[in-house]
């Protein structure tokens, strides 16, 4: 018997009968692991057998988002652990972060783990609604820790978003325009104060086409603590 | 009267029958989800009492979610601030004051704080600007006084009194600094300053741009020597955003020993890591510490009608005596062997 209490504050013990895991009203057995490296996969696999669950380890090719293969696979599985670089020996022809973010509109848990962050950060950001959780791999090694990145994906799944992930109607400002690649901007409500580039792709023209000190407003997560988690939704032109 | 914990930053939200009160803001989405925690969707007053971001942005991010319809701003306006967090705040100011106009939802906003500015909450709860005094108000932020001192931000920022039935209950330090504190004393129109409860300027840190921890310690004393507060409430974080001074407690303690020092969050001063479960005392009110267990009393909670403070001393001794034994609070108590 497995039982792991999440944090104080938290209502909900989770408990195991000999494989799985309860997270709020949902029990956790299968855990699809996704990641173009097998010995990766194993890491994985091992981590979340650790914490109580069973490991389904991905072989690849995974071919489109929309496969029979990557539908199988998710339908057989109760949460998704996902690594973003995925085209390794054209193990899949989507990005982690896309394949989290289809999942979370299948309301499937999924964690994105990856060490790309900052260096995948434009692309990231572009699916970043729809990733509750990003953590290096490392970090849900820990059973404990893989555990509570579960229940952040089923809490926001189910409405209770974290503070850092909340979106708000909120002013956006350009302060630098780069012509025919993106826009820089600045949010005035969110605590930190670096400035934020956003590829053409992700924003609206008439966002992409503004002039510096155009203002808008979006719905953006400004309770966030980093601007990598910073993301933009529902623009509108003032 | 409750001293949300939103991080570095400060924010107090004022609750009568007869409407809510907020004096500054804080920063990020803290105080949007202080107010929807506790289903708050309609402010009467928003009064800033300056123009730093830690107590600003709050506003932007009230405004801009049109979750709650804020009615009235008073800004202690500081053109010389520059800052673009505060030209975003007058161009949200300015397009609410618009919509109104347009047979929008009523709104006005006022600028200009000086001592003699006064707010009723009905018919028991007023608030009164003890400072910024006009002399230091019209001189503004770049000028400085008759001895010489340099006005800045700080000095201007406003002090607001709650006074409950008549009888000073609560002072609102905001960011005051030494040229502003020394005006506040020389301006026989504050008085008096005594209150039982004290929301501490700066959040503790440096009372002047010199950064001196002298300095810092006398305006503590000083501080404390004149408002007596029996409890010195600070809205502060851990590092990097802020981090109260040990010259601040120090001071305070050595002229008000017994006064009840009673932090949002849990300094790295105090505690060099963060305890494994957040404070047992936490209610169910937004405090930003909670999740990532930073929270010493969190979002703190005033009854302006009888003093009762939540978390109780009990409980937030308990608290730290467990989590937190070499705290400021303890180590700086005339008398401790701590």
Redesign the interface.
Known sequence: MFSAEL???SPFLCSATEVGVHVLDRTITRVAVIDDVAEARAAMGWAVVDAGMEALPAEGPLNDIGSAAVDRLLSSVDAVVCDHHLAYGDYAAFSGAELVAFCYSRGLPAILSTQWEKAEIEMIRTHRAHIPVLVNPSFIAEPDHLIRALLSCVQELSGAY???R?P????V?VVDVRPSSGVVV?V????GDEMIYLPTEAVPPYVGEAEVDR?F?ARV???AARSEELFFLDWEDA | MTVVDV???SATVIVTDDGVVIVDTG????L??YLTSQQLTTIHTVILSHADADHI??L??LL????VDVQEVVVNADSMQGS??WR??V??LDALERRAKDGGAPFTFTVGITTGYRHALGSSIELLALGPRQRLAALGVGNRDATGQEIRSNSISAVIAVDVNGSRVALLGGDLDDVGLAHLLDDASARPLRAPFLVYPHHGGHSSHRSNGADTEVFARTLAEVVEPEVAIFSTSRPP?GNIRAETVRGLLASMPRCRVVCTQLSTLCAAAVPT??P?Y?SDA?S?G??NHTCCAGTVRLILSSGTLAPSAADHWRFIEAAAPTALCRVHRPGSAA
């Not at chain 1, 708000?168 to 002013?171: E, F, M, V």
């Open positions: 944090s104080s504050e974290a503070s850092s909340r708000w109607r909120t002013l400002r600045e005035p409500a969110w605590q203002r407003h997560n400004i309770g | 991080g570095h930053g920063p990020g989405s803290a949007l989800e942005r709050g932007v991010g801009g979610a049109r979750t673009t967090t975003d705040l161009y949200e955003a479960t957040a047992a936490l937004y930003h909670r999740d």
